[in-house]
């Protein structure tokens, strides 16, 4: 005989060498307070429908809130040979209320459970990362409206292009934490449909309401499909592919921190709080966190690689594979949150040498491409503009100067249509304030963009 739940069929005990290897209780102990959850929805239509008595009913939800009490206050004795979070509650609740505690798995397995528990573990994780993605948002809004109508140098290759609102390129940022967030209310949306009552795989045959224990934890309805059901693991994937964008979303914000912290860009300033020092180099001011957020996304990527590996060539339907989803999961949720959260504090804390980055615009004849939609309005096919512009940039590059230092003689050599009017063009803040179609950086629709963020996030 065994001590084990499911020691009946076995002679001889479980190896030391097997518990080690089989148990997922170190890591998925996170799930407890879902487990619980479940488990009291699950045991109240028992009761309900007659399958346990209401004094059963009361016994388990005591030895239950029992328990998560004690595992709350850390007191709880996890044991590694009941391998699993469901094990070890359900035997410990046994221990406390006797045979009642024995009836609770009735129409259950661990296979929808574990299911059921992730759910209710990723659902919570949707709406927490979702508001830590607002924090970061936030904080762009907030530089965006501070530093309005301060201009930067736009690249694309990173070589400069045009001449763009630093809001303008804060903003990018809100845009794309704000996909995120809508990416996370989808697949919250789409995991929110309760696994439990699909049992082992097949269904179960006592007369149990999926509908009731539904709609107690909140879910918007059952899963269709018990067979699916106990080897779908779609969800998690999407969770963690969602992840995996908000870490790649952080990453290249954090290159361009490093970036714009060098000597050479000088475009930014990250405080003290939010920097190390060299154990070497006394001079030494470095960017670690963007460093160390950047270099996290390895292992955020790494999740999603681990969990599409898993399910790749995977029969139906539940297989003790599945166990290996935690940990990636888990990894990703505290890889993503705490690089989020460090990041809205950095933000917060982040000072752009506005100075440094206007003058940068006076160099390399940003306002190129003003030029050449100039000579459109005058009539010219933009092919042939862009010709007459690219060779008056010749001309700037062997005289060593800049478009708008040209005078008006030197400009008319390159096409006769050219006349005073063009300087105004030529400036950079002419240029800027210019590209007013929607979604551009004109200072007009960046005004707006910050003043609709500020309302979609609550703010001013
Ligand atoms: N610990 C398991 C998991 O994480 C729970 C389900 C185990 N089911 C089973 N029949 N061994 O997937």
């Not at 508001?131 to 409206?145: E, I, N």
């Not at 059901?229 to 290249?252: K, M, N, P, W, Y």
């Not at 092919?383 to 007459?388: K, L, P, Q, V």
């Amino acid at each position: 005989g065994s001590a084990k739940l499911w020691g009946g069929r076995f002679s001889a005990a479980t190896a030391a060498s097997v518990e080690a290897f089989t148990a997922s209780i170190h890591y998925d102990s996170r799930l407890y307070r879902y487990d619980i959850a479940g488990s009291k929805a699950h045991a109240t239509m028992l009761a309900d429908r007659g399958i346990l008595s209401r004094q059963e009913l009361a016994d388990i939800i005591r030895g239950l809130s029992e328990i998560e009490a004690e595992i709350d206050a850390g007191t709880f004795r996890f044991r590694r040979e009941l391998e699993d979070i469901h094990m070890n509650i359900e035997k410990s609740l046994v221990e406390r209320i006797g045979p009642a505690g024995a009836r609770l798995h009735s129409a259950r397995s661990r296979n929808d459970q574990i299911a059921l528990d992730l759910k209710m573990y990723l659902r919570d994780q949707c709406d927490i990362i979702g508001d830590l993605l607002a924090g970061v948002q936030t904080a762009f809004v907030v530089l965006a409206r501070h530093y309005l109508g301060q201009v930067m140098p736009g690249y694309t290759h990173m070589q400069r292009a045009q001449p763009v609102l630093l809001s303008h390129h804060l903003l990018a940022y809100y845009e794309m934490f704000g996909r995120d967030r809508t990416r996370l209310v989808d697949c919250r949306r789409r995991m929110n449909l309760s696994p439990l009552g699909s049992a082992a795989m097949a269904g179960s045959g006592l007369p149990i309401d999926r509908e009731q224990v539904a709609a107690a934890l909140d879910f918007d309805g059952v899963t269709a499909n018990s067979m699916d059901t106990v080897g779908d693991r779609d969800f998690a994937i999407e969770f963690v592919s969602c992840c995996t964008l908000i870490q790649l979303h952080l990453s290249r914000l954090s290159e361009e921190l490093v970036l714009w912290s060098t000597e050479e860009f000088s475009f930014v300033d990250i405080a003290d709080a939010f920097c190390t020092g060299s154990s070497i180099m006394p001079q030494k001011k470095n960017p670690d966190i963007p460093e160390l957020i950047r270099g996290k996304s390895g292992r955020v990527v790494g999740s999603l690689i681990s969990l599409i590996t898993l399910v790749k060539g995977l029969p139906l339907t539940y297989n003790r594979d599945l166990q290996e989803d935690k940990e990636p999961v888990f990894d990703a949720v505290d890889t993503v949150a705490a690089s989020l959260a460090i990041m809205a504090e950095l933000l917060r804390n982040l000072r752009f040498k506005t100075e440094r980055m206007a003058e940068a615009t006076r160099h390399g004849c940003m306002t190129a491409t003003d030029l050449a939609d100039y000579l459109v309005v005058k009539g010219v096919p933009f092919r042939e503009a862009h010709g007459i512009v690219g060779r008056t940039v010749a001309h700037c590059i062997e005289q060593g100067c800049e478009l708008e230092d040209l005078t008006i003689e030197q400009l008319q050599q390159h096409s006769r249509l050219i006349e005073d009017d063009v300087f105004e063009v030529l400036r950079v803040e002419g240029s800027v304030n210019s590209r007013i179609s929607i979604g551009g950086t004109g200072l007009r629709r960046v005004e707006e963009a910050v003043s609709l963020a500020e309302k979609q996030m609550g703010i001013a």
